[in-house]
């Protein structure tokens, strides 16, 4: 074991194949303590987090402050929606005004692509990015490949079909980068319109037949239609884009093997995936919620080693 | 036998088969049948010297049935950020709860005493043991920064902190023996 090879994680195309190996590992042993009757560790006492998030968030926010507390950390939580950002303060003066207060580490989430970047740039703590805008995701994707590795028990040469708006999400862009580090086939599957072009040039294969993709993959990661992204209309109405391209336990049934269903969150049940599909046994989606916390204390604990 | 320079031989492996059984009837005067006790080996090294003792108390003294977990200290440690190395964990494993039983943790070696108390606040989150005990196969005399002193020790050695005692099992490392490695 070693250390990771990176001062932040603003996203997965800046980390290697070491650093993801290393990141699983640590948290394989994190999920061993969230398991016991007491789920905490002092390993972080002395270490501060500031959760900064401009952008609406449920299950990332949760889980990071999770984390955080699991680790023993102290934690402070900021949203933009009741803040002096309101007021015009500009990012680089919201954040130093909080490092002030001598925090040691903030996780961002943040509308506009790049953001985590500019601010490692800028201020001096450690930058964990939790979303930012239709770029990277990348405690997302990690979580992703882990809960894949631990279902079918690695991800190298496992074929992986991620179901949706690719256009509009950091998701996809996040995971494609992770499967294809550790070696695994990706395909992404849609409408044309919400297919960035040239998504080839990043190694995917595209269908655009859903029935096609799923006879393919031994995984599909179903995503949300990210309606408050979609400025005009790319598809006619929901209802079509449910019958093109939503997973029901019937279109399951007739595959001949059985596949991981994922889904990242929140789900629009009826749209890209029914309940029953969601519900079934073949859906690791609740798993896939329960390693974000393992993964994000994993993320946390090895960036904060760094932190002198 | 040939050793590298600046490395003596400390314990060799009768004198530790020796230990190893004298240590074993030790903890079966106080434990008895081992109903209400477990035994805890430190990861990473602790856990051969705690597997080593439940062989020889199940195949040479019947002992039915022992509990043996290992615990891993990591997350516990005092020294997170302190050196310019990442800390590494290893797997814990422990299976069943300690409410209420006699704890003996189980070290290879007893140096600052640090891990030892690293220990003692990590096996709470497993329950709130009624005794916790401490057997450890070689004892670094004069070493310790914390008050901690072990119930059972295999063999108390005055080494020099620049030294380094150094523990071999067969299962892992070919052989047994116990070195102790000079400047």
């Known amino acids: 074991m070693g250390e990771l090879s990176v001062q932040h994680l603003l996203g997965i195309k800046y980390l290697n194949k070491k650093d993801i190996q290393l990141i699983f590992e640590t948290a394989d042993h994190f999920k061993e303590v969230i398991n016991r009757s007491i789920k905490k560790v002092p390993s972080l006492r002395d270490i501060t987090i500031a959760n900064i998030f401009f952008e609406n968030s449920t299950r990332t926010k949760l889980s990071f402050e999770l984390a955080e507390k699991r680790l023993s950390a102290d934690v402070i939580n900021f949203s933009a929606s009741q803040s002096s950002v309101k007021k015009g303060e500009t990012l680089i003066d919201t954040v130093n ?85 550790q070696g695994a086939n990706v395909k992404v599957c849609g409408p044309k319109t919400l297919l960035p072009k040239h998504i080839e040039s990043l190694g995917v294969g595209v269908e655009t037949n859903l029935r096609k993709a799923l006879d393919w993959c031994d995984v599909a990661n179903m995503l949300r239609i990210q309606n408050e992204r979609l400025d005009i209309s790319y598809f006619p109405t929901t209802r079509e884009y449910t019958q093109q391209f939503g997973v029901n336990k019937a279109l399951l049934d007739s595959l001949d093997k059985e596949i991981v269903i994922m889904h990242p969150g929140p789900i629009n049940r009826g749209v890209e995936i029914t309940s029953d599909v969601a519900d079934s046994k073949q859906s690791i989606i609740l798993g896939q919620v329960e390693n974000g916390v393992a993964i994000r204390m994993a993320v946390i604990y090895l960036l904060a080693s760094k932190i002198k | 036998m040939l050793e590298p320079m600046g490395q003596k031989v400390l314990l060799s492996s009768k004198e530790i088969h020796i230990i190893l059984h004298r240590l074993a009837c030790q903890l079966l005067e106080n434990h008895l049948d081992f109903k209400d006790t477990v035994l805890i080996g430190l990861q990473p090294r602790g856990t051969f010297v705690a597997q080593r003792l439940k062989k020889i108390l199940k195949e040479e003294y019947r002992v039915k049935h022992i509990d043996v977990g290992f615990l891993d200290i990591t997350f516990y440690r005092d020294d997170f950020r302190r050196g310019d190395k990442t800390l590494s964990a290893t797997q814990t494993k422990i299976d069943f709860l300690v409410e209420d039983k006699k704890v003996v943790l189980i070290d290879d070696v007893l140096y600052t005493g640090r891990s030892i108390r690293a220990a003692l606040t990590a096996i709470q989150s497993f329950g709130r043991p009624s005794e916790i005990e401490l057997l450890t196969l070689i004892d670094r005399r004069f070493s310790r920064h914390l008050p901690i002193q072990p119930n059972y020790r295999g063999r108390q050695v005055d080494a020099i902190n620049d030294e380094k005692v150094k523990v071999m099992w067969e299962e892992n490392d070919g052989k047994d023996v116990i070195y102790l490695i000079g400047r």
Do not use: C, W
């Open chain 1, 97 to 181: 005004n909080i490092l002030s207060m001598k925090v040691d580490m903030v996780v961002m989430r943040h509308p506009n692509p790049g953001a985590g970047i500019f601010l490692s740039k800028h201020v001096g703590a450690s930058i964990i990015n939790a979303g930012d805008g239709a770029h990277e995701h990348p405690t997302q994707a990690l979580l992703d490949s882990y809960s894949i590795r631990e279902k079918l028990g690695g991800v190298e040469g496992k074929n992986v079909v991620i179901v949706g708006d690719i256009l509009h999400s950091r998701v996809a862009l996040s995971n494609i980068f992770a499967l294809k580090l």
